[in-house]
Structures are given as structure tokens and as C-alpha cells.
């Protein structure tokens, strides 16, 4: 993959979190904010803004995907100084996605999230990789499916590839049309 697709790739990652309107101003800049700076405890201010949100209205699809997708960037943070931690925000995170798609259960970009996070759960527990990586794998397979012009499922489901061993299907050769999309 050439430099500047990856670097495309993660700017737009970045990017992404703007993707839900429901949400407001004030906690997606948050969130846009920690994720700038690799801040693992605004991260986490952020999303207490997004759960704050969700709990006050629990039927919306949106901002349980928001809660989602709060953990998604903070785990990796996490991971760096409490994995414990991080596992914990992994599994809320899913959590947050199963909320979503029972309310929406055709919401692709929350498929994608739940595949990214299932990917990334394989941390805690290196033996699930038989289960949780076919699991990943079919819920962006499912959100592509569903979605199929929508650049941020194409944006996750090349990040999930890109993330994923060689060995199982992964790695920058496997990542670089799901990008270029």
C-alpha cells in the first residue's frame, strides 16, 4: 500500500467520527479532539457525553452507534496503559452495537463497528480468533452488503483488513482496494 493511501485512510478515519448528525457540535468535537491528540482520558470525557446522550434517549440507533463508535477509539488508547480497561470499553462497545441494531437492524455502519470491535476483541482472548474472526468478518461482509456505496463501511472494513494477520486473509495488500473504494 503506498504511504499516502494509509495516511488518506486514517485521516479520513478521523474524519468518520463526523459521520453521525445526530450527535452534537460540542461532543463531536470532543471526540474529534482526543482522537487528535491520542487523548485516552478526553476519549473517555467524550464518550460520557455520547452515553450521557444515549441514556436520555436509549431508542436511538445514532447515538448508541456514537457510544460505539467513542469506544472503538479509545480502546486502542487504553490497550497502551490498562488493557483490563480496554477490554472492558471493547465489550461495552459491542454492547453499544447490539443496542443499535436491535433498533436498526439494517444500520451498516454499526454492522462494520461491531465487526472492527469483534477484530479487536481477539486481544483479550487470543484463542477466540477462531470464532470472533469469522464473526468479524461476516458482520462487514453483512454492513457491505447492506451498504454498498457508503465510503465508511468501506473505510472500516479496509481498516479491519489492514488490522487482520496476512496469514487469515489481512495486511496492506488485502486493505488497499477495500480503501481505494
Known amino acids: 500500500m503506498k504511504p499516502w493511501n494509509l495516511l ?25 479532539s482526543a482522537l487528535n491528540h491520542g487523548d485516552a482520558t478526553a476519549m473517555l470525557k467524550a464518550r460520557a457525553q455520547f452515553e450521557a446522550l444515549s441514556n436520555a434517549d436509549p431508542k436511538s440507533a445514532v447515538l448508541h452507534a456514537w457510544v460505539a463508535t467513542a ?3 479509545a480502546v486502542p488508547l487504553l490497550n497502551g496503559k490498562d488493557l483490563k480497561l480496554g477490554e472492558r470499553y471493547a465489550k461495552d462497545g459491542l454492547a453499544q452495537c447490539d ?18 470491535l469483534l477484530g479487536m476483541s481477539i486481544t483479550y482472548d487470543p484463542a477466540s480468533a477462531m470464532t470472533l474472526g469469522p464473526q468479524s468478518g461476516a ?11 457508503n465510503p465508511r463501511v468501506w473505510l472500516l472494513a479496509g ?21 481505494a473504494h
Open 139 to 149: 458482520n462487514i461482509q453483512t454492513a457491505l452488503a447492506v451498504a454498498p456505496r
Open 71 to 73: 469506544d472503538w477509539r
Open 159 to 179: 481498516i479491519t483488513a489492514l488490522s487482520r494477520p496476512v496469514q487469515f486473509g489481512g495486511g496492506p495488500e488485502a486493505a488497499e482496494p477495500l480503501l
Open 99 to 116: 443496542q443499535a441494531l436491535a433498533i436498526d437492524g439494517k444500520f451498516a455502519e454499526v454492522l462494520a463497528l461491531k465487526g472492527i
Open 8 to 32: 488518506l485512510a486514517f485521516t479520513l478515519v478521523a474524519s468518520a467520527a463526523h459521520a453521525h448528525p445526530a450527535a452534537p457540535d460540542s461532543a463531536r468535537r470532543a471526540l474529534q
